[in-house]
């Protein structure tokens, strides 16, 4: 039996670099405008928009690349409009009339995530949509497409998943596979987790469109 079990996606979990690069889990400041009440969770995609500030990414399948994607959200820092107190939160949880708002982003282009492969793309479908699935090693080489369930405001954490059958090769599509977690492999040695990089052109870094 695997452990531990998986039980729904948890958005993209940075882990490493590729190439065996030296990964330190850094983080870079980007802006929240105070106007942007929509919650960003953890691990969800996000993109600069124009004004130099950053919002939940549109980016799922079969799109052309966009400019601005920059990373995986990671945790946040505002002033609270009540109390006027400093507040750190893993999630932004748009709060109206906070100020000073920093969002705090993994944005290596080069960064390799953890993520749940899930059964459709119907987001937010108990059925298809957040419906841990197994596949074999032949995906490794695939691509995928993002599934933008909404996160949880109990946890913090966001609930994007991918999906991908083998030989998807949709250069449209904003994920490479790009290795299997064997820890949570089921009874047959089929994978549930996945090892993802977003593929090239998605990354602002590596798109030469400006916002």
């Known amino acids: 039996m695997a452990y531990p079990v998986i039980s729904g996606p948890y958005g ?13 889990g850094a983080t870079t400041q980007y802006v929240i405008a105070a106007t942007y009440t929509t919650s960003i969770y ?11 500030t950053i ?4 980016l799922a399948a079969d799109a052309s690349p966009l400019a601005g994607v920059v ?19 893993q999630y932004w949880p748009g709060v109206a ?19 749940v492969n899930v ?9 298809s949509g957040l419906l841990p699935a197994y596949l074999g090693q032949t995906v490794v080489g695939s691509n995928a497409r993002l599934v933008l369930n909404a996160g949880s405001a109990t ?10 059958t083998a030989g998807a ?24 987790e996945f090892i993802v990089k977003l593929n090239f052109g998605y990354h602002s870094f590596y798109n030469a469109t400006g916002i």
């Open 169 to 192: 090769t949709t250069s449209s599509l904003p994920l490479r596979i790009v290795s299997v977690v064997p820890d949570t492999a089921n009874s047959s040695g089929n994978f549930v």
């Open 155 to 164: 946890t913090g954490d966001s609930k994007v998943g991918i999906f991908t």
């Open 97 to 115: 009339g906070a100020s000073n708002i920093v969002a705090y982003v993994n944005d290596n282009p080069d960064t390799l995530y953890k993520a």
């Open 71 to 89: 990373g995986v959200f990671m945790g946040c820092s505002y002033t609270n409009p009540t109390n006027g107190q400093l507040t750190f939160s």
């Open 12 to 24: 993209l979990k940075p882990i490493n670099l590729i190439g065996g690069q030296v990964f330190a």
């Open 42 to 52: 953890k691990d969800s995609v996000v993109t600069l928009v124009a004004g130099g």
């Open 119 to 127: 059964a459709g793309t119907t987001v937010n479908d108990a059925a």
């Open 55 to 58: 919002e939940n990414s549109p």
